[in-house]
């Protein structure tokens, strides 16, 4: 009745959730990823400034504010900021309509100095004609070749780098290649060479502290502004007058004179003070320059007075006179400063805007970008919700038509599982993303394993005589263990990807740790809550309605352990192909590690690789690999593109191509990462799988025993070198969610393998007579079936993914397809194998395989074959011969049960013999049909209901009884029968003379 | 991914061992061991004898890695000899 009342509490709560579920949904909208919506996703690394030599948290924190200021200002909705790891920014900017000003914006240092111009300014010594002020140089190579030739100093601790700088030049060519960057290796990151060595033909220039090379103020080739060849440059000292701390209250201004916009700001008092030196320093100076009889007249004034130059990034924003027959005693700053001279309304809006928001307190560097058009985004949701719901279907009808009435139950429990991770989806909110949609359809696999595992204990049950509400109980009873083992495994590793891995991944991550825990409760709670309710009605009473025969339809009778020399041969020969394959073909490292770029873009006119070639050409890409494509969502003309180039010069090949042959609405799509960001996801990606693997392993040796952590982790390690075998021999890409698909087997193949070793460690203490490779033959034959249809249903889902995700999906079900067929092989077939050579060194499980060898002349594969060793009325195993077993699961009744006592056998007529052949055959009896040991106690409940642990006189009588012999066996059975017979007679004989 | 190779290699063969009367130091798991240091350590000497960086590979790298991975094994082997490991065949 207590069960009833709870079952009933469980089924309220669960309507009661159902309601509160479809609430949420209804009324809280689904935020949708990026790449499923659309838009741009940009990662920087922060890098330290002088103000800043060392990164702390607070300067990312500050960082992110800044950022999501300036997104605010450029009329982003809903930006996504986030921090990843120590020192880098994820910026997400679902729909921005103009990625390239929203990148330029975004990342900018704006890093403000004010500088008197005159004495700082190192003049390009070829000119001659003009002023030392205006003598720039047309060159950018021959500025920082002048550069590189001062001494290293820094005037008053004010310097605005830390050290030198770093610049690559072509050495024919003296063109601009990359930096500034603060180290060599920086530098060299910038560029596309692998192993960070310096190209050939390149010359990296030294340019040390103290030392600025500077953009002349409004410079540049209008056609490619960010080209520093194609600007002039100046060379100053790295001497500011004012930062742009010291500034405030910028705005955006027109000139009263000249009508020009112009950003007005105010100072601070004490960049009041400095202002006023500094101009007063200019106006002096001007003053002393001009020759006599200039006084008084402002237009000639102008000629010998000094300049003031504002500097932002590195570049000259304004270089406004200090005239000295206007200001002679210099400008106070009470009425603040102007940047005059800064070209189009829009440009002066965005530098007010800039100084308005402030510095960035680190710099950053752009290391990644990548644009989703919303029409590919909405492409792939629909691929994403059209897999997971066939897969859903599929399994669905898996269950039913393999478990009849449970496998309803089953379909309810995933239905119900469905509406409340939805819910939790949208409740907390979970971004969803095309990883977190492969999660998702992947934790049905999970959510269906775990009724599969307590399913096949049911039908255990029942076939061994059970009523279907006591087999329903035990069966819960029973699996809950092994089902908790084996979710926490899946819930290690879904932590471990979501704290190490990269944000793609952690999508996934987080839907998969989030599914397992629902998947507990529906597939547990409820499940076993509706089974104690409804199962036990008068209508659900025949066993066929479980899928339960008297007859079980399959059982595997197969020397696993004899075999595994046959698959550990299969197994060696694979990789050793793997080995020559990595050896000679490598593997295929896509973007996320290997950096550059790949753009995806559907053109309006029709147009041939050469004609695309060539726009990207002019626009300076000259390394690009161009493919045609089809995309029926981007039209008939699209092109993919793949490039080395840097992730903001990617924004470049959008204007070329839309200019030469027009660009389909939302037909741009582009994924840039640089080297740096390459190594981040190599770098977590080995630290995910080094971290999952020990933490796992840890696991297993607590809840199992040591002994047990070690053939499991060399499973995984075969597993995961099998599927790069694959990957290198099929070429496909390797890209980041390829590694989550690699953590993912490892959490499946450790789900699996937990399953196997749960089962050896239950039968272990039931069978205290039998050798090592005996249990483990019982184990997995007892638990392959179920194996199989987890590995089944999880084909099913994999299947679906290849049939209809898109390329990402697809990329997860590949990966996932390999791993499971392997994982579901190594737990078989390399785990429990290793296992068994192990403990079967232990001087315990010697002996039993000595006593047996001796007595039998061989060791069977299977416990009930071993007759011999009770026909001989062998003693019970002494404490020697008894393995420190690992815990059973119930240890408690174990330990308290008593052994039934031996008995002289009394085998089955040997009509009932029948040899045991390879594979599966006809099954052993179940365990109600074998008969009970003489002596037991007779209120004792049939074997199969009594707890997990309990002997059962081990393989003593009721193994011995078994009727399934081998015709070895039947044969050494009928000698020792005749042996015995002789004896009695003998003794007959002897003591039955007439006294 | 010249240590992914070498290490590789040596897992491949040490499946092999299951063909070997098991007196290996530490039985399977010690024959494991042994393979995959004995790959590494032969793989890395070939290597840096050849004046080849770790992330260039061909088919002699593969090959770099058995001579270790047999010694390895032969080690592990005669420790277990030495130590008295009786063999064990499944």
Redesign the interface.
Request: no cysteine.
């Given at each position: 009745m207590a069960n009833r009342r709870r079952n009933l509490f469980i089924l309220s709560f669960v309507a009661a959730l159902v309601v509160a579920s479809v609430v949420v949904i209804l009324s809280k909208p689904t935020v949708l990823g990026l790449d499923l919506e659309g838009g741009t996703e940009l990662i920087y690394q922060g890098r330290p400034t002088p103000q800043n030599p060392e990164i702390q948290g607070d300067d990312m924190d500050r960082a992110i504010e800044i950022i999501r200021k300036r997104t605010d200002a450029l009329g982003v909705a809903e930006p996504e900021i986030s921090r990843i790891g120590e020192d880098s920014i994820r910026v997400g900017l679902p729909n921005v309509e103009n990625a390239e000003q929203a990148i330029e914006r975004v990342g900018q240092t704006a890093q403000l100095y004010l500088y008197d111009w005159e004495p700082n300014v190192i003049p390009n010594p070829a000119l001659t004609n003009v002023s030392e002020g205006e003598a720039s140089f047309p060159r950018y190579y021959d500025a920082v070749k002048l550069a590189s030739q001062q001494e290293p100093e820094c005037f008053e601790d004010e310097c605005t780098t830390s050290g030198p700088s770093y610049y690559l030049f072509d050495e024919q060519t003296k063109e601009w290649i990359a930096g500034p960057a603060e180290d060599e290796a920086d530098l060299l990151a910038q560029t596309d060479v692998a192993d960070g060595k310096q190209p050939p033909n390149t010359e990296i220039i030294t340019v040390p502290q103290g030392t600025l090379v500077v953009k002349k103020e409004g410079e540049g080739d209008q056609t490619a502004p960010e080209d520093p060849n194609a600007a002039q440059w100046f060379v100053i000292r790295d001497r500011p007058s004012l930062s742009g701390d010291e500034i405030k209250d910028p705005k955006q201004e027109y000139d009263p004179t000249t009508n020009e916009p112009n950003v007005t700001f105010d100072f601070t008092d004490s960049g009041r003070e400095e202002f006023a030196d500094v101009t007063q320093e200019i106006a002096q100076r001007g003053l002393q320059n001009a020759p006599p009889g200039v006084g008084g007249d402002v237009e000639l004034a102008s000629q010998y007075s000094g300049h003031f130059a504002i500097v932002l990034d590195d570049e000259i924003k304004s270089r406004p006179i200090i005239n000295f027959v206007e200001n002679p005693s210099g400008i106070d700053g009470r009425t603040g400063a102007q940047i005059s001279g800064i070209g189009q309304l829009d440009d002066a809006q965005d530098l007010a805007e800039i100084l308005q928001i402030g510095a960035l307190p680190i710099d950053l560097t752009l290391i990644s970008q990548s644009t989703v058009s919303a029409t590919l985004g909405e492409e792939a949701l629909d691929q994403g919700l059209k897999a997971g719901i066939v897969g859903l279907i599929l399994v669905c009808l898996f269950l039913i038509a393999y478990y009849r009435f449970l496998g309803v139950v089953a379909v309810l429990g995933l239905g119900l599982y469905g509406v409340f991770l939805f819910a939790l989806i949208k409740l907390i909110p979970i971004t969803m993303t095309l990883p977190g949609i492969a999660g998702l359809i992947l934790t049905i696999g999970v959510a269906a394993d775990s009724n599969i595992i307590i399913f096949e204990r049911i039908k255990e049950e029942v076939r061994a005589g059970r009523s279907l509400g006591s087999a329903v109980a035990a069966g819960y009873r029973k699996g809950i263990a092994t089902i908790i083992d084996a979710n926490v495994i899946t819930l290690i590793t879904a932590f471990i990807l979501f704290a190490l891995a990269t944000a793609g991944v952690k999508g996934f991550a987080f839907v998969l740790g989030i599914g397992t825990i629902a998947s507990l409760f529906t597939a547990v709670l409820f499940t076993q809550a509706f089974l104690g309710i409804f199962g036990r009605s008068r209508y659900v009473r025949s066993p066929a309605l479980f899928g339960a025969s008297e007859e079980q339809r399959v059982r595997w009778r197969f020397d696993f352990t004899r075999a595994s020399r046959i698959f550990f041969s299969m197994s060696g020969v694979i990789l050793l192909i793997g080995a020559i394959s990595f050896a000679t073909l490598q593997l295929n490292l896509g973007l996320d590690f290997e950096s550059g770029s790949r753009v995806s873009v559907g053109l309006e006119r029709d147009a041939t690789v050469e004609e695309v070639r060539t726009a990207l050409e002019g626009a300076g890409i000259e390394d690009a690999e161009i493919t045609e494509a089809s995309n029926d969502q981007l039209g008939p003309n699209v092109f993919e593109i793949d490039s080395q180039i840097e992730p903001d010069e990617v924004q470049r090949v959008q204007p070329a191509l839309d200019e030469a042959f027009g660009i389909v609405p939302n037909g741009f799509n582009s994924t840039t990462v640089g080297p740096t960001f390459g190594e981040q996801v190599a770098e977590s990606a080995i630290q995910a799988i080094i971290f999952s693997l020990l933490v796992i392993c840890a696991y297993v040796a607590f809840r199992f025993e040591p002994k047990y952590a070690v053939p499991v982790i060399i499973a995984l390690v075969h597993d995961i070198l099998i599927t790069g075998g694959v990957y290198s021999l099929t070429g496909r890409e390797v890209t980041s969610g390829t590694v989550a698909a690699f953590l993912t087997i490892l959490g499946y193949s450790m789900y699996d393998t937990i399953i196997v070793f749960d089962r050896v460690r239950e039968n272990v203490p039931r069978l205290p007579r039998a050798t090592f490779s005996q249990i483990v033959n019982r184990s997995m034959s007892e638990v392959l079936t179920r194996s199989l249809i987890t590995g089944l249903s999880s084909v099913f889902l994999v299947t679906v993914l290849l049939i209809f995700g898109g390329t990402t999906l697809k990329d997860f079900a590949f990966a996932m397809m390999v791993g499971i067929a392997s994982g579901t092989y190594s737990s078989i077939f390399i785990a429990s194998p290793v296992l068994t050579h192990w403990k079967e060194r232990e001087p315990a499980y010697r002996k039993r395989r000595e006593r047996i060898q001796e007595q039998m002349g061989r060791v069977p594969a299977f416990p009930e074959e071993n007759v011999i060793a009770r026909l001989e009325g062998e003693p019970e195993p002494t404490a020697e011969e008894r393995p420190a077993e690992p815990e059973p699961a119930e240890p408690a009744r174990a330990a308290t049960e008593p052994e039934p006592p031996e008995r002289a056998p009394e085998p089955s007529p040997v009509p009932g013999v029948v040899p045991a052949p390879p594979g599966p055959v006809a099954p052993p009896p179940g365990p109600a049909e074998r008969p009970q040991p003489v002596g037991a106690p007779s209120d004792r409940e049939p074997r199969p209901g009594r707890p997990e642990g309990e002997p059962d006189g081990g393989d003593g009588q009721a193994e011995a009884e078994r009727p399934e012999l081998s015709e070895a066996s039947a044969a050494a059975l009928r000698r020792v029968r005749e042996q015995q017979a002789g004896r009695r007679q003998r003794k007959r004989k002897k003591h039955g003379r007439p006294r | 991914?010249?240590a992914?190779?070498w290490?590789?290699?040596g897992?491949?063969?040490?499946?092999?061992t299951?063909?070997v009367p098991?007196r290996f130091r530490g039985?399977?798991?010690g024959a494991?061991l042994g393979a995959a240091a004995g790959a590494m350590v032969s793989g890395a000497a070939a290597q840096i004898a050849q004046d080849q960086?770790i992330?260039e590979?061909?088919?002699?790298?593969?090959l770099y890695?058995v001579p270790g991975t047999l010694v390895g094994l032969a080690i592990v082997y005669a420790m277990g000899v030495r130590a008295g490991?009786?063999a064990?065949q499944?």
């Open positions: - | 991914m010249a992914l190779v290490f590789t290699m897992i491949a063969i040490w499946h092999f299951v063909f098991d039985g399977i798991v494991f960086g992330g590979t061909d088919l002699a790298t593969a890695a490991v009786e064990e499944l």
